[in-house]
């Protein structure tokens, strides 16, 4: 408690008080030049200062009015915020007064609390009773405003009203707040208002999935498909005159080009949503193409996008079973989980096609690293290389186990290769293309059989580029009478299980397993080199060769494992440390306990290879031994809330795209009601949308401009931007084209080169030249939807739903 | 769709006070005057001394503006009479 003024120090201090302090010297106003003498007071204008001089005499002792002039004062004070703060001012004063005994200050000090109680109003916590009314008042606070200047829409006004709300001084409140100093409080205090936001988040998902149920269980009303909706939305109301437009509501949904376009550097990829890749650099693999580069919507961030060949794509089969790997490998990701999660994506601007969202590799993977170490350019240490051994264990260990949170099933990696474990920016390693190669199974007849070759090409290729392109071309071959017997054979040969060799369909846990050993070899041996020999090089040789078991071990003196790789390191110990030859001995049985390791992973018959679990445990305790502990990696994955959030987020959007609605609208609402966040609130905005449930999707994009920081919400920042557009095509799917033209004009000017607003925004505009009976409005509205689809046209040349818009926006010109 | 189904989230999209809007500032008044009359019981404040320091912990607790404090407490000062104890 700092020390009450001494009044022989007051005139010494005069210069270093601010004007606050002028009180306890002059009583007076303070002078020009001292600071904060220019403020004027809260409500000063309201300031009465018969009122004044009451709460003064209450405060000083001198009070001697009656019962009925107190209660006036108490409701003078109650209804004026300077008031509250003038006596709140005195209370402090006298709670600090040295010529108070304590008895006399506690009692000031325990009025002064009640009263900043009652100004700011009782934390969530400190009374549950309340919580009910914080919540109304919390609401009422950033519900719509109807102005003027619009219909009042939810969206739009949302972000009128709680600006305002959020910068009102005292006694500013909007006059529907019945509760200001609960408003204020909220306002104020982040702890509370999170609390209130997380059950607005939780109570809205609750009632939003309770209306979606009765619309799906109401007949009269179901709703229509995706496809039945198209033309009938933006058809616009019956009376709005827009007859002869009639293009899709969901342009996305419907474009299918017949000429797939090459991906090249410069090209924009983007979902208008979770990623905006301007792509810097593409690789081609025999299944699938990898582009990336910055992702605007990540600033400082590169990400990747894998996605399939242009021929696979056409294989509607192939690409469903591409969209399902990938989600599957979303779904398993909270198992591993490294990195962001990964996600499926579609991309409007090349025809919708699904790609597998991820985050770059930038050291990219370990085939890149083994090389350099093979080669001496960048060897590795034997903490790396126990560490990575580790930390694929660990992720296999966590694949092949049932999730014990959901219940979901093992999952198998079914190629894992140097290529498919990727670096960290930390150069931890990471697991990609879970379940990815079962793609193959959905291939035509012809590509049955695939093969990969690590020849030449894919040693180059694998130089940087290929850091997440899964494996190197391959070529067809014949199949052998034991060989493909059950599926198609996929993988890389040095790697693949003598099971693998039947088929997609005999692949196991153990199969992983087996790859895990050729991985552990290569990391801990001196040379380039597997531990299997074919004779021929060819398929069938490989096949012969892993039937018969390895034809190299670590210990093998060509190997070079204790001269050139990474246990070399601990024959060179430091001098204080030991000899060169403790070095050497513990080299030795760690080597040794590794080869049984390796030997043991790569046992023809599956059944003799130990479980993932049991390697992760005993390579931790060969890296102990050895003095290379590696960081202990958690038997458990556990996801903090952010990371679980965006599982969620992420996973729940890839639901979508799978046409799997029901677990798409689930996962996002529990990530919702998990975490009460803007962006989530905008994928179920999406969603509900594109299910036809165009009035909560409303709803959710008014949550989400809620939700989301002030600041966010400006047209010129990118989160209330991409809002923007949602609620435009939302708004347009409504036949509310002044709206959604209002709203796309917002998305477009943060973002001109956004195809699918010009397309959006040449729409709306083209109904709404329709419905005007000014013939000069109606021109200067197609005019400017004419400029608007053009541009978008020159943005996505070949897409056919923007190329239709055009010729009818055109024509609609010429007969004007 | 078939309109909202959660009366406590219905009522505020209209912007209109809840019910107990009035109780509830009948409440604040008779806490406040409860509060005014204990301190019309208690002691009289022999001097007044307002601290920047102490405006900052005013703000702090009533969730409320240093600057605002601080400006309310120069009004405050210029509202005393010079022989009250306030002014002294």
């Known amino acids: ?816 | 769709m078939h309109g909202h189904d959660d009366p406590s989230l219905e009522a505020d999209a209209n912007g209109t006070q809840g019910p107990g809007a009035e109780a509830d500032a009948d409440r604040t008044k008779n806490a406040i005057l409860a509060l005014l009359r204990a301190l019309a019981a208690g002691p009289g404040i022999p001097q007044v001394v307002v601290s920047a320091e102490r405006a900052a912990g005013i703000a702090q607790r009533l969730g409320v503006e240093v600057a605002q404090v601080r400006a309310l407490a120069s009004a405050l000062a210029a509202s005393c009479p010079d022989d009250s104890p306030a002014g002294k």
């Open chain 1, 1 to 816: 408690m700092p020390r009450p003024p001494d009044p022989r120090d007051r005139e010494d201090k005069l210069s270093e008080l601010p004007a606050a302090d002028w009180l306890s010297v002059h009583g007076t106003a303070p002078p020009p030049g001292i600071p904060g003498a220019d403020m004027q007071p809260i409500g000063a204008s309201r300031m009465d200062d018969a009122v004044i001089q009451d709460i003064i005499r209450l405060t000083t002792g001198q009070w001697h009015g009656d019962d009925e002039q107190l209660t006036e004062l108490a409701g003078q004070i109650e209804e004026n915020a300077s008031y509250q703060i003038a006596l709140a001012l005195l209370l402090d004063a006298g709670s600090h007064s040295a010529e108070l005994s304590p008895e006399q200050r506690d009692h000031l000090s325990n009025l002064l609390e009640d009263l900043a109680s009652l100004v700011r109003g009782p934390h969530i916590e400190d009374d549950p009773d309340v919580y009910e009314r914080y919540l109304e008042d919390w609401l009422r606070s950033t519900s719509p405003v109807t102005t003027d200047e619009g219909d009042g829409s939810a969206a739009s006004s949302h972000s009128r009203s709680r600006g305002m709300d959020r910068h009102a001084g005292l006694g500013s409140l909007p006059a529907a707040s019945a509760h200001p100093e609960v408003v204020r409080h909220i306002a104020r205090c982040e702890r509370c208002e999170a609390q209130l936001q997380l059950a607005y988040s939780a109570r809205l998902a609750k009632r939003l999935k309770r209306r979606i149920a009765i619309a799906a269980a109401n007949e009269d009303t179901a709703v229509p498909t995706k496809g039945e909706r198209g033309a009938e939305a933006l058809r616009g109301p019956a009376n709005s005159g827009s007859k002869g437009l009639e293009t899709t509501r969901n342009w996305r949904a419907t474009v299918r080009s017949h000429h797939p376009v090459a991906i090249t550097p410069g090209m924009r990829l983007t979902d208008y949503h979770f990623c905006d890749i301007t792509v810097e650099g593409v690789a081609e693999g025999e299944l699938a193409v990898l582009a990336w580069g910055r992702d605007a919507l990540q600033p400082g961030h590169r990400r990747a996008l894998k996605l399939l060949r242009p021929t696979f794509r056409a294989v509607s089969a192939m690409a469903d079973a591409y969209r399902e790997a990938i989600v599957a490998w979303c779904a398993a990701w909270r198992r591993t989980p490294r990195n962001s999660p990964p996600q499926l994506v579609r991309l409007p601007l090349l025809d919708d096609t699904p790609a597998l969202l991820f985050d770059y590799a930038p050291h990219g993977n370990l085939r890149t690293a083994l090389r350099r170490a093979h080669s001496g350019q960048q060897p590795l240490s034997p903490q790396e290389a126990f560490g990575w051994s580790v930390q694929i264990a660990a992720a296999l260990a966590a694949l092949h186990s049932v999730d014990r949170q959901t219940g979901a099933m093992a999952m198998i990696h079914g190629d894992l290769t140097p290529e498919n474990i990727l670096l960290d920016p930390d150069r931890s390693v990471w697991l990609s293309d879970v379940g990815l190669s079962r793609t193959w199974a959905a291939a035509p007849a012809v590509n049955l059989t695939r093969l990969h070759a690590r020849g030449a090409d894919a040693q180059a290729q694998a130089e940087g580029s290929s850091a997440a392109t899964g494996g190197p071309p391959g070529a067809a071959v014949p199949m052998a009478r034991e060989i493909g017997s059950r599926g198609p054979v996929v993988g890389t040969p040095p790697y693949m299980a003598p099971e693998r060799w039947l088929g997609l369909h005999a692949l196991t846990p153990a199969s992983d397993v087996y790859a895990l050993g050729v991985i552990i070899f290569e990391l801990f041996a001196g040379v380039p080199g597997d531990p299997f020999v074919p004779t021929p090089h060819s398929p069938e040789g490989w096949f012969h060769a892993h039937q018969s078991g390895p034809s190299r071990t670590l210990r093998d003196r060509d190997v070079a494992a204790l001269t050139h790789g990474p246990l070399a390191q601990l024959a060179q110990p430091p001098a204080s440390s030991g000899g060169r030859a403790v070095g050497r001995a513990i080299g030795e049985e760690t080597l040794y306990a590794l080869d049984m390791l390796v030997r043991q992973c790569l046992a023809p018959v599956p059944e003799d290879r130990p479980p993932a679990y049991t390697m992760r445990e005993r390579l931790s305790e060969l890296a102990e031994r050895a003095g290379c502990l590696a960081e202990p990696i958690p038997e458990d994955a556990t996801l903090d809330e952010t990371a679980a959030f965006e599982h969620l987020h992420r996973l729940g959007h890839s639901y979508g795209h799978m046409g799997r609605h029901e677990e798409q609208l689930a996962t996002l609402f529990e990530a919702a009601t998990m975490t009460p966040r803007a962006e989530v609130w905008t994928t179920l905005g999406i969603t509900l949308h594109e299910q036809g449930h165009d009035e909560a999707a409303a709803e959710a994009y008014a949550a989400a401009s809620s939700l989301m920081p002030a600041e966010h919400r400006r047209p010129s920042h990118p989160a209330g931007a991409r809002l923007a557009f949602h609620a435009a095509n939302t708004y347009r799917s409504l036949g509310q084209h002044q709206q959604a033209i209002e709203h796309y004009r917002r998305s477009l000017e943060h973002d001109n080169q956004h195809a699918a607003a010009l397309y959006g925004y040449s729409a709306s505009l083209a109904h709404s030249a329709l419905a005007a009976s000014d013939p000069r409005l109606r021109r200067k509205q197609f005019e400017e939807a004419h400029s608007a689809i053009q541009r978008a046209a020159a943005l996505a040349p070949g897409n056919s739903e923007i190329g239709r818009l055009h010729e009818q926006i055109a024509q609609a010109l010429r007969d004007i």
